[in-house]
Nanobody, 119 residues
Framework: QLQASGGGLVQAGGCLRLSCAASGSTYAMGWFRQVPGKEREFVAAISWSSASRDYADSVKGRFTISRDNAKNTVYLQMNSLKPEGTAVYYC?????????????????WGQGTLVTVSS
C-alpha cells in the first residue's frame, strides 16, 4: 500500500515536496501525474539503490526524486513550479530493481495528491 501526501496550492515559481510512504519494502518507484481528460504521464523514477534516476524532460533540472529505504518512503522535491504542473500526482512501485517510465510496468499505486500551481 502506498500513501502519497504533500500536495497543495502554490504560486508559480514556488516549491513543494511530495512524499510517498510504502507499507512494505519496494524496489523501483516512480511519480506520475494526470490532468482530467488527459493521459497519465511519467514524471520521475528511482531505483531501489538510488543509483538510477530518470526524469521527464519537462521537469529535468527542477524536480528531484529521492528515497529513504529505512522509512520505505520516496520523495519528489518540486522547485520552480509552473502552472502546467497542476495535476494529481501519483506514486507507484514495482517489485523490480530497474526503473521504467511506463506506467503499465508498475504494480502498486497510491491514491494521488493534488498539486495546484497558480499563475
Amino acid at each position: 500500500q502506498l500513501q502519497a501526501s504533500g500536495g497543495g496550492l502554490v504560486q508559480a515559481g514556488g516549491c513543494l515536496r511530495l512524499s510517498c510512504a510504502a507499507s512494505g519494502s519496494t524496489y523501483a518507484m516512480g511519480w506520475f501525474r494526470q490532468v482530467p481528460g488527459k493521459e497519465r504521464e511519467f514524471v520521475a523514477a528511482i531505483s531501489w539503490s538510488s543509483a538510477s534516476r530518470d526524469y521527464a524532460d519537462s521537469v529535468k533540472g527542477r524536480f528531484t526524486i529521492s528515497r529513504d529505504n529505512a522509512k520505505n518512503t520516496v520523495y519528489l522535491q518540486m522547485n520552480s513550479l509552473k502552472p502546467e504542473g497542476t495535476a494529481v500526482y501519483y506514486c507507484a512501485a514495482r517489485p523490480l530493481r530497474t526503473v521504467t517510465t511506463t506506467d503499465k510496468m508498475y504494480d502498486y499505486w497510491g491514491q494521488g495528491t493534488l498539486v495546484t500551481v497558480s499563475s
